[in-house]
């Protein structure tokens, strides 16, 4: 199956401060990438989708100037959370679309963010 | 936008016994229903998912239906084992347009299988 990987795995870091999370495609071209957000003991929300080359739509509710996100490849996309709030912690995922294998999506491994 | 109920939200079984998760979504275009399987801390997995156009698919001990008029579809997992236990999340999308390939999923079940 599609490999997606993201990096880092887990971030620490000081509220106010800024934090990039990277999501890989590594054996396919992810047309289409997506993020979402899980809180502990609830589901996946869907954050934003993002087209390579183009500009990510997101979901109402999600602050895009806050949540940056970035599909400059078929293989790369970025989430930077800037001046991140402990309210950010989360488990961030990402999962990468393929015109292969159409509405099927492949999740990254996660990013768990504490943000102190 | 697409909503996507999930019940029940905890489901106790002993190992052997069969388990059955269900799922109603609201927008009748769409056409895609995996079910992922989720262990804690790890990304979600998916176990098996059907299309609109198949009411039915099996997969060794695990097998989903889908009716359309509905709007439901649902889990068996017969012969449950310890390792079955999870988080179980269903989910629907829909294709074509600017929703296509978005996921919308349902609130999870917690699976717990009694040695």
């Known amino acids: 199956g599609a490999v997606v990987s993201q990096h880092p795995s887990r971030v620490i870091c000081k509220s106010g401060t800024s934090v990039k999370i990277e999501c890989r495609s590594l054996?396919?071209?992810?047309?289409?990438m997506f993020w979402y957000r899980q809180f502990p003991k609830q589901s996946l929300m869907l954050m934003a989708t993002s087209n390579e080359g183009s500009k990510a739509t997101y979901e109402q509710g999600v602050e895009k100037d806050k949540f940056l996100i970035n599909h400059a490849s078929l293989t790369l996309s970025t989430l930077t959370v800037t001046s991140a709030h402990p309210e950010d912690s989360s488990f961030y995922i990402c999962?990468?679309?393929?015109?292969?294998?159409?509405?099927?999506?492949?999740f990254g491994p996660g990013t768990r963010l504490t943000v102190l | 936008g697409e909503n996507v109920e999930q019940h029940p939200s905890t489901l106790s079984v002993q190992e052997g016994d069969s388990a059955v998760i269900k799922c109603t979504y609201s927008d009748s275009a769409s056409n895609y229903f995996p079910w992922y399987k989720q262990e804690l801390g790890k990304r979600p997995q998916l176990i098996i998912d059907?299309?609109?156009?198949?009411g039915e698919k099996k997969d060794q001990r695990i097998a989903v239906t889908l009716n359309k008029t509905a709007k439901h579809f649902s889990l068996h997992i017969t012969e449950t084992q310890p390792e079955d236990s999870a988080v179980y999340f269903c989910a629907a999308s829909r294709g074509g347009g600017t929703s296509y390939g978005k996921l919308t999923f349902g609130q999870g079940t917690i699976l717990t299988v009694h040695p």
């Open positions: 059907i299309r609109s156009n198949v």
């Open positions: 054996d396919f071209q992810a047309t289409t």
């Open positions: 999962s990468g679309g393929s015109q292969k294998a159409p509405n099927e999506q492949f």
